[in-house]
């Protein structure tokens, strides 16, 4: 199982103030995909990047997968409250058909403060 | 359903007592996952189903968890003889396909184990 580390696990800062969150493994990943959750919720997917070096925006947020495909970002621009919440990276296992599904990181807890 | 159902959404049992978890995925979903997401940490993968097979169950943390689905739709997790170490939020979710893109998450069953 490969391990996906994300950075920082907390991040306070008020609102229109800019970000970056962190996914960092040793390993490869054939994809990977940003999840973000809210209390009492399940994850929802916000983005999945498959080719190195991809850039993907979704509104104020920018996802970027890495040229070797080891590592990924979020930044969010001009924060808002309704940004606050858990975002999960989970990356797919570069084997050809992993058994294990995916496997994801522990989170970085965002709350942006009005 | 519109989306992935899970139930209880809430459940306090005494140590020792068994428990069932029930999802309900989204229609014409066939794989099915089970995760277990304890405070403060990320996803932890359980079990997956593809149709009704579970190819692999290594991720189960003993053998006190248990999982079926029938009729490739809804799933029960069993865990048997509960422990206070079981005490977390068990996410189902389901997809198209194994390893086909975004996952679907209900929300969760949050036990406790007193």
């Known amino acids: 199982t490969q391990l996906l580390e994300q950075s920082p696990q907390f991040l306070s800062i008020q609102e229109g103030e800019n970000l970056t969150v962190y996914c960092n493994s040793s390993s490869v990943f054939s994809s990977l995909q940003w999840y973000r959750q809210e209390p009492g919720e399940g994850p929802v997917l916000l983005v999945t990047v498959v080719t190195g070096g991809e850039v993907k925006k979704l509104k104020r947020l920018t996802f970027q997968f890495g040229d070797a495909r080891k590592d990924s970002s979020l930044h969010i621009t001009a924060a808002q409250p309704g940004d606050t919440g858990l975002y999960l990276c989970?990356?797919?296992?570069?084997?050809?058909?992993?058994?294990?599904?995916?496997?994801f990181g522990k989170g970085t807890h965002l709350i942006i403060q009005p | 359903g519109a989306g992935v159902s899970q139930s209880p959404s809430n459940k306090v049992t005494e140590k020792g007592k068994d428990v069932e978890l029930r999802c309900d995925p989204i229609s014409g979903h066939t794989a099915l996952y089970w995760y277990r997401q304890s405070l403060g940490q990320g996803l932890e993968f359980l079990i997956y189903f593809q149709g009704n097979s579970a190819p692999d169950k290594s991720g189960l943390p003993s053998d006190r968890f248990s999982a079926e689905r029938t009729g490739g739709s809804v799933s029960t997790l069993t865990i048997q003889r509960t422990q206070q170490e079981d005490s977390a939020v068990y996410l189902c979710?389901?997809?198209?396909?194994?390893?086909?893109?975004?996952?679907?998450f209900g929300e969760g069953s949050r036990l406790t184990v007193l």
């Open positions: 989970a990356g797919d296992e570069y084997s050809g058909g992993g058994a294990d599904g995916l496997t």
């Open positions: 979710a389901s997809s198209l396909g194994w390893a086909t893109g975004e996952l679907f």
